[in-house]
């Protein structure tokens, strides 16, 4: 059974602060990892991804991925009221035409206040 | 543009009265996937499909149908709609076979099922 977890929240965090996002996963065959947004009654946007172990970075966002520890997170730099939301954090595990698929944590809600 | 699509976008319907959830993509994607979310439970996929004609259950498939006789449309069929099937449903789509294994979600469809 594969999972991925993450704390419910809510987060509160200073506007300007770095907002720190946690994920834990039990499948150790996960390859990929996801970070998506979500607001209030919308859809899902992507933010970032990331399969390799280390840091990735892109704009404000630095997504981090330790696989021995099964562990991703995303870092958020000088947030912003805007950045309130809810944070999905997906796993993927490839297996060549098997039956896979995303696997979605229950999200993070994030909230920045100014 | 680039997007997915879905129709309608708001429904209310009665117990057994069959309906469909359309959902098209015009990025010429092999993958598309039907997730449901729900207060406290998160994203969870319903069926997927790897290409036309290639469909799959998801973690969630009981009560639901769908179909991928081309690849741009996969839509999502409840024969004989229950209140527990109140949801919003999305409709996502990704290019199989890259690492990156994005998902794009269209606007999402809210069911009441009275």
């Known amino acids: 059974q594969k999972e991925v977890e993450q704390n419910s929240g809510p987060l509160s965090v200073p506007e300007g602060a770095i907002a720190s996002l946690n994920c834990t996963y039990s499948?150790?065959?996960?390859?990929?990892f996801f970070w998506y947004r979500q607001y209030s009654g919308k859809s899902p946007e992507l933010i970032m991804f990331?399969?390799?172990?280390g840091d990735k970075e892109d704009g404000r966002f630095t997504a981090q991925l330790n696989k021995a520890s099964q562990y991703v997170s995303l870092l958020i730099r000088d947030s912003q009221p805007s950045d309130s939301a809810t944070y999905l954090c997906a796993g993927y595990m490839y297996s060549g035409g098997g039956a896979d698929g995303l696997t979605f944590g229950k999200g993070t809600h994030l909230i920045i206040q100014p | 543009e680039a997007q997915v699509t879905q129709n309608p976008r708001y429904l209310i319907t009665v117990t057994g009265k069959k309906l469909t959830v359309t959902c098209s993509q015009n990025m010429n994607h092999e993958y598309m996937s039907w997730y449901r979310q729900d207060p406290g439970l998160g994203l969870r996929q319903i069926y997927y499909?790897?290409?036309?004609?290639?469909?799959d259950k998801g973690d969630v498939p009981e009560g639901y149908k769908v179909s991928r006789k081309e690849k741009r449309n996969f839509p999502l069929i409840l024969e004989s709609p229950s209140p527990n099937q109140t949801s919003l449903y999305f409709c996502?789509?990704?290019?199989?076979?890259?690492?990156?294994?994005?998902?794009?979600f269209g606007p999402g469809t809210r069911l009441t099922v009275t």
């Open positions: 499948d150790r065959g996960s390859q990929s």
């Open positions: 996502a789509s990704s290019l199989q076979g890259t690492t990156s294994y994005e998902q794009y």
């Open positions: 499909s790897m290409n036309v004609e290639v469909t």
């Open positions: 990331i399969y390799s172990n």
